[in-house]
């Protein structure tokens, strides 16, 4: 075997170990972001289990600065200030 075809295989193997050493890195990292996505979405099932909860058109959540008037929300008066 000539010195050429020698190097040629030497540079082959070396690109092929490059190569898996590469797509090792690449999948171990693509698992770590689908695990993270699997949280994620278990997070984003719980917030909407939540707010299934919430009565179609409520405007605010937070009852304060409200009252309940006949079961809905009513704002309270705004008195006038003295300056």
Same mark, same amino acid.
């Given at each position: 075997?000539?010195?050429?075809a020698?190097?040629?295989?030497?540079?082959?193997? #070396?690109?092929?170990? %490059? =190569?898996?050493?590469?797509?090792?890195?690449? @999948?171990?990292? !693509?698992?770590?972001?689908? *695990?993270? +996505?699997?949280?994620?979405?278990?997070?984003?099932?719980?917030?909407?289990?939540?707010?299934? #909860?919430?009565?179609? %058109? =409520?405007?605010?959540?937070?009852?304060?600065? @409200?009252?309940? !008037?006949?079961?809905?929300? *009513?704002? +309270?008066?705004?008195?006038?200030c003295?300056?």
């Amino acid at each position: 075997m000539s010195s050429l075809a020698l190097w040629s295989v030497i540079n082959i193997v #070396a690109l092929i170990a %490059g =190569l898996a050493i590469y797509l090792f890195i690449v @999948s171990s990292q !693509l698992k770590k972001v689908a *695990t993270n +996505l699997e949280e994620a979405a278990d997070l984003v099932w719980d917030i909407k289990k939540d707010a299934e #909860a919430i009565e179609p %058109g =409520l405007t605010s959540i937070n009852s304060t600065g @409200s009252r309940r !008037l006949h079961g809905r929300l *009513t704002p +309270l008066p705004v008195e006038p200030c003295a300056v």
